[in-house]
């Protein structure tokens, strides 16, 4: 059974975000008919695609993101690089990568709006 990981009716904040607000480390999840969670994952996450994310921001006035590659999504960074190209120029990201990650991978990846990287040294 998925878990879901955020709050179906969030309440609005009584305090009111400045412009330009920025979310600082947020993840999308899927949905994972598109993007297909990782074989090994630790946990299933409820579909919590782009859509949710930008409703959500909408409701809390927040206009800048930086979303975080979950690892439940393995090295397939392709989910946070739809958010990111669909998000109008207000939405980063940080990839995970693998460690031997190729010169041409992280350029690649700059250029589709990530501005960090990150490694998953855990054990399974």
């Known amino acids: 059974m998925p878990e879901l990981t955020y709050a179906l009716s969030p309440s609005k904040p009584a305090l009111q975000?400045?412009?330009g607000a920025c979310d600082t480390h947020v993840h999308v999840f899927g949905p994972g008919t598109q993007f297909p969670y990782a074989a090994?994952?630790?946990f299933t996450p409820a579909d919590a695609g782009k859509h949710t994310l930008f409703a959500l921001h909408r409701h809390l006035g927040v206009s800048r993101c930086v979303i975080v590659q979950s690892?439940?999504?393995?090295?397939?960074?392709s989910a946070v690089q739809d958010a990111i190209a669909a998000g109008g120029g207000n939405y980063l990201g940080v990839a995970l990568v693998a460690a031997d990650v190729s010169d041409g991978e992280l350029a690649r990846l700059a250029d589709a709006g990530f501005r960090g990287v990150r490694f998953n040294f855990m054990r399974h």
């Open 17 to 19: 975000l400045p412009a």
């Open 40 to 42: 090994g994952r630790s």
């Open 71 to 77: 690892a439940c999504h393995g090295l397939d960074n």
